[in-house]
């Protein structure tokens, strides 16, 4: 079988670039409070994407030396840029594929990924290839989503369709927007030791709005967007019931709604 990445089901457009800041910037302390890497550490990050996530790991660790890999070129580009702008001077970009990292055996004291594994198809064939280029006793930080720990207020079957939709084109795009529940056993299975999982929720309603708009607004109700013609064309849905869907998720954000979510944070050792 052919190793590498699923068809990533959000798209590159600007709007999914603009979304992915968003996330990070909302999820920066609930995420990334304890992502901190010891002084002169070699740092791997894996699937860096457009450096979102890289622009608040690389400046709350600068005693680390940083080396975040990416596969679309459009996409490492903007990081470049990013990092350009933020003067992140201990972060080095390299374009690579997870599955053919051009790095040798045991070479890095801890790897990072986040919101990667969720968009391979072969998850823990990805975990053997990060654990390759981990020294021994080396660490692991690993964070996913599970888009089927949603819940929220109003509740609506529409809602909740669109929601499953974007799990389903996920799935047939070869990804598993699921895979947060799965952390534990994929890292046993690829042998780390040392694991440790633990539950990041984040919870929005109308005394927290900050988290309304990052979250709710920006993050996850644009992340399902971004599905829609994807989803009708999979046949999933139609574009009716699909509009309807998205009102109805808009709604959980109106003053007197409330929107809950769950991440899944993992560390591991080699």
């Not at 690579?96 to 986040?114: G, I, S, W």
Request: hydrophobic share 45%.
């Amino acid at each position: 079988m052919a190793h590498g990445p699923a068809a990533y089901v959000h798209g590159y457009s600007q709007r999914e670039g603009e979304r992915l800041s968003d996330q990070a910037a909302t999820l920066s302390e609930l995420l990334h409070h304890d992502t901190r890497f010891p002084e002169g550490a070699r740092v791997l990050e894996v699937g860096c994407g457009i450096g979102a996530q890289t622009a608040i790991v690389g400046p709350a660790n600068p005693g680390a030396r940083i080396v975040s890999v990416e596969i679309a070129l459009e996409s490492l580009r903007q990081a470049r840029e990013r990092a350009a702008q933020q003067r992140l001077e201990n972060v080095r970009f390299v374009n690579a594929d997870l599955f053919r990292l051009p790095f040798p055996d045991a070479c890095f004291d801890h790897v990072f990924v986040c919101f990667v594994l969720e968009h391979v198809a072969e998850p823990l064939e990805a975990l053997r290839h990060v654990r390759r280029v981990l020294k021994p006793d080396g660490r692991l930080t690993l964070i996913e989503g599970d888009h089927r720990s949603a819940y929220f207020h109003p509740w609506s079957e529409l809602a909740w369709r669109t929601i499953d939709c974007l799990v389903t084109a996920q799935a047939r795009a070869g990804g598993d927007a699921l895979i947060g529940r799965r952390l534990f056993p994929l890292l046993r299975a690829a042998r780390f030791r040392d694991i440790a999982v633990t539950p990041r929720v984040v919870y929005a309603d109308a005394g927290r709005p900050e988290w309304v708009e990052g979250f709710t607004r920006r993050t996850f109700i644009a992340m399902v967007q971004g599905a829609r013609q994807r989803a009708i064309d999979l046949g999933l849905i139609d574009a009716a019931a699909w509009d309807a869907g998205i009102a109805a998720l808009k709604r959980t954000a109106e003053v007197d709604g409330t929107f809950s979510y769950t991440f899944f944070k993992g560390t591991a050792t080699r």
